[in-house]
């Protein structure tokens, strides 16, 4: 069974700071995925990862995979109020689009 | 880009009643949907996968006689709650992959999420 898992769970951040939410997966994957969810909303993708050593950047994100360790980042860089938001990682396992998806990290960028 | 839409976006209903959601692909045909459950402040949980023209795949826990699910086209994709309770109120997601067989060549797309609350 696939499992996924992200840390850490909350993060709390003061703007212009720096950090990393990592997510871990249990078994061999194709690709993984990066969303952000405000509150009441639904999914909004932020990024794809295809390949080991993937790393791709949007603005003050960037996510990075390597399929050897089982390992995502996503590493944000001078954090701002508006990146306040929960994000979820999510894997999957057989090709055809059928997710699992970590815990979700919910980040508090203040002022 | 491709659009996956869900209605309704908010639905409350009676305990006892029965309510259906819709997915759908607006501008390309999907094969296969997947519906997803989030409860607040946790993360999504994949329900079923909604095939086309066949019977849906559910994940274990979940009852298939109280989550039906229909994918009568190849763009649209029904969720009905049945015999709905209080625990039943969550946030429900669909998603569908604009690919023909979900692999590299499609891409993911969800829908703005349907919240059901059961009073």
């Known amino acids: 069974e696939l499992k996924v898992e992200q840390n850490p769970l909350f993060l709390s951040m003061q703007e212009g700071k720096n950090y990393t939410i990592y997510c871990n997966y249990s078994t061999t994957s194709d690709r993984l995925y990066w969303y952000r969810q405000d509150p009441g909303k639904s999914l909004e993708s932020l990024f794809v990862?295809?390949?080991?050593?993937a790393v791709k950047q949007e603005g003050r994100l960037m996510a990075s995979l390597d399929t050897k360790a089982r390992l995502s980042t996503l590493h944000i860089t001078a954090a701002v109020h508006d990146l306040s938001a929960t994000y979820f990682c999510a894997v999957d396992g057989t090709s055809g689009s059928r997710l699992t998806f970590g815990e979700g990290t919910q980040l508090t960028v203040n002022p | 880009g491709a659009v996956v839409s869900q209605h309704p976006s908010r639905v409350i209903c009676k305990s006892g009643t029965s309510v259906k959601i819709e997915c759908r692909s607006l501008d390309f045909q999907a094969t296969t949907m997947f519906w997803y459950r989030q409860f607040p402040k946790q993360s999504l949980m994949l329900m079923a996968t909604?095939?086309?023209?066949?019977?849906?795949?559910?994940e274990q826990g979940v009852e298939k006689d109280k989550f039906l699910i229909n994918h009568a086209s190849l763009t649209l994709s029904t969720l009905t709650v049945t015999s709905a309770h209080p625990e039943d109120s969550s946030f429900y997601i669909c998603?569908?992959?604009?690919?023909?067989?979900?692999?590299?060549?499609?891409?993911?797309?969800f829908g703005e999420g349907s919240r059901l609350t059961v009073l």
């Open positions: 998603s569908a992959n604009s690919g023909t067989s979900g692999g590299p060549n499609g891409e993911l797309f």
């Open positions: 990862l295809l390949s080991n050593g």
């Open positions: 909604s095939n086309e023209g066949s019977k849906a795949t559910y």
